[in-house]
């Protein structure tokens, strides 16, 4: 039973344009959800995060926008850069819980020249 | 520098062996965990710990233990009893003070079992 979904395996963005990650949940539970970017063979690093109480956070080139009534969200990168090449994982949980993250399976975002 | 730190990199372990995975942050963090990933799939929690000498069950606990003597460190000792060890894990730690924060992870150790 996946509680997080990241429906795209993949994605293939110009450079300058706007990468847009979707990310849908099934937890009513789920009040806290953060991405992450990931490169092989390393850990993930955090990139943003989202309140239930918001439905959208802003940093630098990153926005998560959240619908509470349709259990998605999504990431957009704007514009995007090479170095954005990566895999992007969504994850969820609710909060007092001891922060225990459910994760999606990651979007390998490929940003071209 | 703050940071979590994993070592080795790499493992390898021939099948039935135990072996155990280092994990240890100086970021003065209460709360660390164990996650493992496999391709294609996203981290799965196994253990984790919100303060010292004490330490709960994640998702996938089963054939892993793991012990919080010190506030700085999280060994995971992967048993002969985990079916399937060869994977990538992950160590994590976050601060509980203040508020929600997020969860920092360290550089992962790639375990092999041959």
């Known amino acids: 039973d996946q509680q997080v979904k990241q429906n795209s395996p993949s994605l293939s963005v110009q450079e300058g344009r706007i990468s847009i990650l979707n990310c849908d949940y099934t937890?009513?539970?789920?009040?806290?959800f953060l991405w992450y970017k990931k490169y092989p063979a390393e850990g993930p690093t955090f990139l943003i995060s989202?309140?239930?109480?918001?439905d959208k956070n802003e940093d630098g080139r990153f926005t998560v926008f959240l619908n509470k009534s349709a259990k998605h969200l999504s990431l957009h990168i704007v514009p995007s850069q090479p170095g954005d090449s990566a895999v992007y994982f969504c994850?969820?949980?609710?909060?007092?819980?001891?922060?225990?993250?459910?994760f999606g399976t990651g979007t390998r975002l490929q940003v071209t020249l | 520098d703050g940071g979590i730190t994993q070592s080795p990199k790499y493992l390898f372990r021939k099948e039935g062996q135990n072996v155990t995975l280092s994990c240890e942050q100086n970021?003065?963090?209460?709360?660390m965990y164990w996650y493992r990933q496999d391709p294609g799939q996203g981290l799965r929690l196994i253990y984790y710990?919100?303060?010292?000498?004490?330490?709960q069950k994640g998702d996938i606990a089963e054939g892993y233990s793991v012990s919080r003597e010190k506030k700085e460190s999280f060994p995971l000792t992967v048993t002969s009893a985990q079916k399937n060890p060869t994977a990538f894990y992950l160590c994590?730690?976050?601060?509980?003070?203040?508020?929600?924060?997020?969860?920092?992870f360290g550089p992962g150790t790639r375990l092999t079992v041959l």
């Open positions: 994590a730690s976050r601060s509980t003070s203040g508020g929600y924060n997020e969860q920092f």
């Open positions: 937890n009513s539970m789920f009040d806290y």
């Open positions: 989202i309140s239930s109480i918001k």
């Open positions: 994850a969820a949980t609710p909060t007092g819980t001891a922060s225990k993250l459910t």
């Open positions: 970021l003065n963090h209460d709360a």
């Open positions: 710990s919100q303060i010292v000498n004490d330490f």
